[in-house]
């Protein structure tokens, strides 16, 4: 037993860190918090002084148990969780589920994963800082008061299900008001007008108005006016520029460069991050500073004048601008700066390579420029043309990187022929093209995180986790929506003749976009109404300066959750007491066979439309909604068609084909078969072919490709690829087959290697009680009895793992059948 014991929280942390330090030290692993407010009750003592009630839950009593038996061998522990305040309350919770000392423990913090960060922070050891804890604790209470006691209010006032909290109810509303404000923008038309000219070298280039015609009629008299006009440029202006290159990268610009640049959602920017700082390839991954350290810049200098020139170095220093930066005290950056290219996987080589570009653009020169504004003139009208050109004359940084935007319509400016003033340049065409207005751009997830660090809401640990909990909720969703296609008319004067054209564009595209569901609106409009002070902005954004305050020692954290409190519950009760139930009900018209009102509302499995009223002696009849209709978008005449299904569309080979609506979607129904319709088809339109296509379509999917001891072999596309389905197993086909044309060896070849797969998974197997321990994906063991299914706790051994311990297990988890009176009677 070594006499120094380490506890990280991440596994692949500890063997890290393990590395760096002699035999003498030995890194054990938390895996994250070992104690938090319990599951299935509040947790906090609301009639007294806030005290959370900690409790470390089942599967971590094993970690707990093991630390605490090392603890107690060691002669020293060392408490290295992360630097920031989640951090130093795992630290803390460390410190108080084991029983150590404050002789025995010392606590060690660092920013990078490297040996000499390792050493220095061994060589200054600190004590747990209180004041993080304590601004850690007031977050945990605050969202679990709030959680614990809107949820139920949700339950009974909407539906069954559903939650609510401080950061993520915001950030839902945020969403649904962008929204509404797409679809309460009136677009408006103008003609923007573009022209082509030609030099007397003969080199061409584009320019402009500076504003659009408001109708055709006046962009059609100023195309007319330009017949036979001569054209020279009135005014040549040259100016130098200069860009400066973005600052490195903060948790919160790593995610939306990330999202820009590679494509990655949010959760995903922050687990690559998290590997790749546990493997000592670069700085913590929470910290909203841009604070380089000297020694980083040192390394850029030495690395930039290597590769590029001592012209291309500048050491700078950046200001953070975020309300309340804290946490860390550098930006992301990697840990070794003259490494430009990681090989560890493919997206965490890509993220690593973004980092580096950032951090060593950030110590590059300006890049120097030439922006040139050329303004053109006729005589036959007093506009003017303007071409703008921008050259580059020191790249700088831009040799390296550029910061993307979010605006789509942002466009680099291009070069610009040699002219000078009073030159005469030939007209090749003008243009009037008809452009449309835009409504505001739904959010992206990169967006969103903007949006919320700029009000000040949530901090680096909070974004991630929150956009993803605003989904796993359904509040919010990512659109599908392609978009649909637009005419636009062209006017276009050439060879001074006059013409017009209509062409076609795509708009309204959403793919990818988050847009809010109609339960998320409906939630959100609830809680608006209701709770105004949780959602406004202000307020959650006061709340997070009250929790830096409580983090450098300014502020009591039970006072401000009582102050909070005194105000909150009594809303609470209220509104279960007085509010009306939410239903987003919306009339649309009236029903002309029964006369009855047509309603589109929330019902208990989703949006449904409803004709009739509750009251009515003669029961409503309900539809839900299908495809992409929303209960925002559906129009009287689609929910009335809702009610024709289930209809008979015909019979083919002497059987009855039915196309209907079920829970997951419309379907055909033939031969005691269900066929799905194609996603966002409208099952009213389905006729007596395109229902036999699909049938005809259905089989061909089924068919058996082949045939393997005995049982049929199928094959089909699903959610992760390409599989061949035998003995009711799936098994994936992955790029080395060819799966248009697999041959019966092909067939063999993968049946038999997933065959061995699962022999290879198959830990135990105890067949006179049915039982079996197979390996799972991450490294988990399952203990499995029929559709029974026991994760095993990371600690567990398994070889050592008994029969009879398996059986326990089972037996716990296995639901007693309940004995009714009647039963009980009939056996008397």
């Known amino acids: 037993m070594a006499k120094n014991l380490v506890i990280v929280e991440s596994p692949a942390k500890a063997k890290t860190i393990e590395k760096f330090l002699g035999k003498d030290f030995q890194v054990e692993s938390s895996f994250g918090h070992i104690a938090d407010l319990p599951s299935k009750e509040l947790g906090v003592s609301v009639d007294g002084d806030f005290k959370p009630k900690y409790i470390v839950s089942t599967d971590k009593k094993a970690v707990v148990k093991k630390l605490k038996d090392l603890a107690k061998k060691a002669e020293m522990v060392w408490l290295a969780s992360d630097e920031d305040r989640e951090g130093e309350a795992i630290a803390w919770h460390l410190a108080e589920q084991l029983k150590l000392t404050a002789e025995n423990t010392k606590r060690i913090v660092f920013h990078e994963i490297t040996k000499k960060a390792i050493l220095k922070a061994v060589e200054n050891p600190r004590d747990i800082n209180y004041n993080l804890v304590n601004a850690q604790q007031a977050r945990r209470v605050l969202d679990r008061l709030v959680g614990y006691e809107l949820s139920p209010v949700l339950w009974r006032k909407v539906k069954g299900g559903l939650s609510a909290g401080r950061v993520q109810s915001v950030a839902v509303r945020l969403i649904v008001e962008r929204e509404r404000a797409i679809e309460n923008f009136n677009t408006e038309a103008s003609y923007r007008v573009d022209a082509e000219f030609t030099n007397a070298n003969g080199k061409k280039f584009k320019a402009k108005l500076a504003s659009n015609f408001k109708d055709k009629e006046t962009a059609e008299l100023f195309l007319k006016s330009c017949i036979n006009a001569e054209h020279k440029i009135a005014e040549l202006q040259k100016k130098p520029a200069k860009k400066t290159p973005a600052a490195p990268f903060t948790t919160s610009t790593l995610q939306q460069e990330a999202s820009r640049k590679l494509g990655f959602p949010v959760a995903k920017t922050m687990l690559m991050a998290q590997r790749l700082y546990e493997a000592g390839l670069i700085t913590y991954m929470r910290t909203d500073s841009v604070n380089l350290s000297e020694d980083a810049?040192?390394?850029?200098?030495?690395?930039?004048?290597?590769?590029?020139?001592?012209?291309?170095?500048?050491?700078?220093?950046?200001?953070?601008?975020?309300?309340?930066?804290?946490?860390?005290?550098e930006a992301i950056r990697p840990t070794n700066l003259e490494?430009?290219?990681?090989?560890?996987?493919?997206?965490?080589?890509?993220?690593?390579?973004?980092?580096?570009?950032?951090?060593?653009?950030?110590?590059?020169?300006?890049?120097?420029?030439?922006?040139?504004?050329?303004?053109?003139?006729?005589?036959?009208?007093?506009?003017?043309?303007?071409?703008?050109?921008?050259?580059?004359?020191?790249?700088?940084?831009?040799?390296?990187?550029?910061?993307?935007?979010?605006?789509?319509?942002?466009?680099?400016?291009?070069?610009?022929?040699?002219?000078?003033?009073?030159?005469?340049?030939?007209?090749?065409?003008?243009?009037?093209?008809?452009?449309?207005?835009?409504?505001?751009?739904?959010?992206?997830?990169?967006?969103?995180?903007?949006?919320?660090?700029?009000?000040?809401?949530?901090?680096?640990?909070?974004?991630?986790?929150?956009?993803?909990?605003?989904?796993?909720?359904?509040?919010?969703?990512?659109?599908?929506?392609?978009?649909?296609?637009?005419?636009?008319?062209?006017?276009?004067?050439?060879?001074?003749?006059?013409?017009?054209?209509?062409?076609?564009?795509?708009?309204?595209?959403?793919?990818?976009?988050?847009?809010?569901?109609?339960?998320?609106?409906?939630?959100?409009?609830?809680?608006?109404?209701?709770?105004?002070?949780?959602?406004?902005?202000?307020?959650?954004?006061?709340?997070?300066?009250?929790?830096?305050?409580?983090?450098?020692?300014?502020?009591?954290?039970?006072?401000?959750?009582?102050?909070?409190?005194?105000?909150?519950?009594?809303?609470?009760?209220?509104?279960?007491?007085?509010?009306?139930?939410?239903?987003?009900?919306?009339?649309?018209?009236?029903?002309?066979?029964?006369?009855?009102?047509?309603?589109?509302?929330?019902?208990?499995?989703?949006?449904?439309?409803?004709?009739?009223?509750?009251?009515?002696?003669?029961?409503?009849?309900?539809?839900?909604?299908?495809?992409?209709?929303?209960?925002?978008?559906?129009?009287?005449?689609?929910?009335?068609?809702?009610?024709?299904?289930?209809?008979?569309?015909?019979?083919?080979?002497?059987?009855?084909?039915?196309v209907a609506n079920g829970r997951f979607g419309p379907y055909i129904k033939f031969d005691g078969k269900f066929i799905s319709l194609d996603k966002g088809e409208n099952p009213m339109s389905v006729d007596m072919n395109r229902a036999i296509e699909l049938i005809e379509a259905k089989r061909k999917a089924d068919a058996p490709i082949g045939n393997y001891q005995g049982m049929g072999i199928q094959k089909g596309v699903g959610r992760f690829g390409p599989f061949i389905k035998w003995n009711g197993m799936f098994i994936n086909v992955n790029k080395k087959y060819d799966f248009d044309n697999l041959s019966q060896a092909d067939l063999e070849q993968l049946i038999e290697d997933k065959l061995q797969k699962e022999r290879e998974k198959l830990i135990h197997n105890w067949e006179d009680v049915g039982i079996r321990v197979e390996k799972a994906r991450w490294g988990r063991f399952h203990v499995l009895k029929g559709k029974i299914k026991i994760e095993l706790p990371k600690t567990t051994d398994i070889e050592k793992l008994s029969k009879e311990e398996a059986v326990k297990m089972i037996e716990a988890k296995t639901p007693k059948k309940k004995t009714t009176k009647k039963k009980v009677a009939k056996k008397k």
Not at 378 to 406: P, Q, R, S, W
Not at 408 to 430: K, R
Not at 494 to 514: C, F, I, P, Y
Not at 553 to 576: C, L, N, R, S
């Open 297 to 329: 810049k040192n390394s850029a200098q030495d690395a930039i004048t290597s590769a590029y020139g001592s012209e291309y170095s500048k050491p700078r220093n950046f200001s953070t601008k975020s309300k309340g930066a804290q946490e860390a005290h």
């Open 339 to 658: 490494r430009n290219a990681v090989s560890v996987d493919y997206d965490q080589d890509r993220l690593y390579a973004l980092i580096w570009k950032r951090t060593i653009a950030s110590q590059m020169s300006d890049a120097q420029l030439e922006r040139t504004v050329v303004k053109i003139e006729n005589n036959k009208n007093e506009k003017l043309f303007t071409a703008n050109g921008e050259v580059i004359t020191f790249e700088g940084f831009l040799k390296v990187y550029l910061e993307g935007t979010d605006n789509e319509e942002d466009e680099q400016a291009g070069m610009l022929p040699a002219m000078h003033e009073g030159e005469s340049v030939h007209n090749s065409f003008i243009t009037a093209t008809q452009r449309f207005s835009k409504p505001p751009y739904r959010f992206t997830e990169a967006s969103l995180v903007k949006r919320l660090e700029e009000l000040g809401i949530g901090r680096p640990s909070t974004y991630a986790p929150t956009i993803s909990t605003i989904q796993r909720r359904e509040y919010i969703e990512k659109g599908t929506i392609e978009g649909k296609e637009r005419h636009y008319e062209q006017l276009t004067l050439a060879n001074n003749e006059l013409s017009s054209n209509m062409l076609t564009e795509r708009v309204g595209s959403d793919k990818g976009k988050l847009v809010p569901t109609d339960i998320g609106n409906i939630v959100n409009d609830f809680l608006v109404a209701n709770f105004s002070n949780i959602l406004d902005f202000g307020f959650t954004a006061k709340v997070e300066s009250e929790f830096d305050e409580i983090a450098d020692g300014k502020e009591d954290w039970t006072a401000m959750i009582k102050e909070f409190y005194q105000d909150f519950h009594p809303t609470v009760e209220d509104v279960a007491a007085n509010a009306e139930r939410a239903k987003g009900e919306r009339l649309l018209g009236i029903d002309p066979e029964s006369g009855k009102n047509v309603y589109v509302r929330l019902g208990r499995y989703g949006a449904m439309v409803q004709i009739g009223e509750a009251s009515d002696e003669e029961k409503p009849k309900f539809a839900s909604l299908q495809g992409e209709q929303t209960m925002n978008s559906i129009t009287f005449e689609e929910a009335l068609d809702l009610f024709q299904l289930p209809k008979t569309v015909g019979e083919y080979e002497s059987l009855e084909v039915i």
